[in-house]
């Protein structure tokens, strides 16, 4: 009996060490996606969120229905840095279910050039953003975003 409660124990130990590492990963995999946002000229934060991306990978959000793949989503970022050199993405609240990452975000920055449309004359803003990362093999596969581009924009004018 002693032993059958000793194997219990050792493989419920066992268990919960690889579900921790499971969300650790996950965790850090997810991270590389902000990390990138936040420093959208670096190279090494690029390739860090390739490698962290499926090849199939996709950006759901766009309002026009079409998906961005990842090269497409790479030049948008790309844009972001000449645009919003001081861009922050700061992860405000993380949880993790099976294989989705849920991310609670606020985002930051200054353009420097008009903003959708907008001159902010030197404004800043200041926007919750609510993203899902679904995981596959320890990939992203796919990130829902929605993020308050209006809210932005009004911040931006003035109002």
Sequence with gaps: MKTTHAIL???????SSIASSATADNSE??????????????????????EATADTWESVGDYSGENK???AFL??????????????WAI???H?????VTVRGRATG???????????????????TIDIHELADGKIVRSYHVED????????SGR
Excluded: C, K
């Design 110 to 128: 200054t353009p420097v050039a008009p903003f959708f449309g907008v001159d902010g004359e030197g404004r800043s803003f200041d926007i919750m």
């Design 149 to 156: 581009w209006a809210g932005a924009l009004q911040q931006l």
């Design 96 to 100: 993790e279910s099976g294989d989705f």
């Design 29 to 50: 995999t997810v991270q590389t996606f902000y990390d990138l946002l936040s420093n959208p000229g670096s190279e090494t934060h690029t390739a860090a969120f390739v």
């Design 9 to 15: 124990a050792a493989a419920t130990i066992a268990a």
């Design 92 to 94: 405000q609240d993380m």
């Design 69 to 71: 793949g990842r090269d």
């Design 75 to 88: 030049g948008q970022v790309g844009g972001f840095a000449q645009l919003l050199p001081d861009l922050n």
